[in-house]
């Protein structure tokens, strides 16, 4: 299982969504391939248990204890809209930092994401990741900040901010179906 702390060196809300990054944490979900900047990852943890939470939408898991933190862990996959992951002697939670889109709300927050497997930290060159095209991808556009080939398969580098807003998340809490 791999297991490992990643230390960062730079405040992942100081910036926007911007390709200029170089090294991104590549990890599977869903059979896909994907990958956030290094900045935004606090850590990697093998599975820990997760206290569900009554009344969630199957992207929320639950809540684990990151060192006397409450952390939210959150299904990437089925936040996405894909199948809800399945736990295997892979899976693991990457601990991410994630800053607010909207430069007038300044702040982050901690969130443990489940990903099906971590592969690699890997280096790529800002020139060869291309837009996400408005059709064609396994998840919605807004949530890709870039994409690339890698080893002959496509990589879709996420849009955390997008993709993890609080106030998004919330809204969608909120109309799941069994809090009413």
Do not use: K, W
């Not at 590549?26 to 599975?47: H, N, S």
């Not at 820990?48 to 952390?71: D, E, K, S, Y």
């Not at 020139?127 to 996400?132: H, R």
């Not at 396994?138 to 890709?144: D, L, N, Q, S, W």
């Amino acid at each position: 299982m791999f297991n490992a702390s990643i230390a960062t060196n730079s405040s992942a809300g100081d910036r926007p969504p911007d390709l200029s990054e170089r090294q991104y944490l590549r990890f599977a979900l869903a059979d896909g391939a994907y990958a956030v900047p290094i900045d935004a990852v606090r850590e990697i943890l093998e599975l820990a248990p997760i206290t569900p939470l009554p009344q969630m939408p199957p992207f929320v898991r639950g809540v684990m204890n990151l060192r006397g933190a409450v952390v939210p862990v959150i299904d990437l996959a089925a936040r996405y809209g894909l199948p809800v992951a399945s736990v295997g002697r892979r899976s693991c939670i990457v601990v991410v930092d994630v800053p607010s889109p909207e430069p007038s709300r300044p702040g982050s927050q901690v969130l443990g994401l489940l990903v099906d497997a971590v592969h690699e930290v890997l280096d790529l060159d800002p020139v060869d990741l291309d837009a996400a095209p408005a059709l064609g991808t396994r998840i919605a556009p807004e949530f890709i900040a870039g994409i690339t080939r890698l080893r002959g398969a496509m990589l879709v580098i996420l849009h955390l901010p997008h993709s993890l807003d609080t106030d998004a998340l919330a809204r969608l809490i909120d109309a799941n179906p069994a809090q009413h």
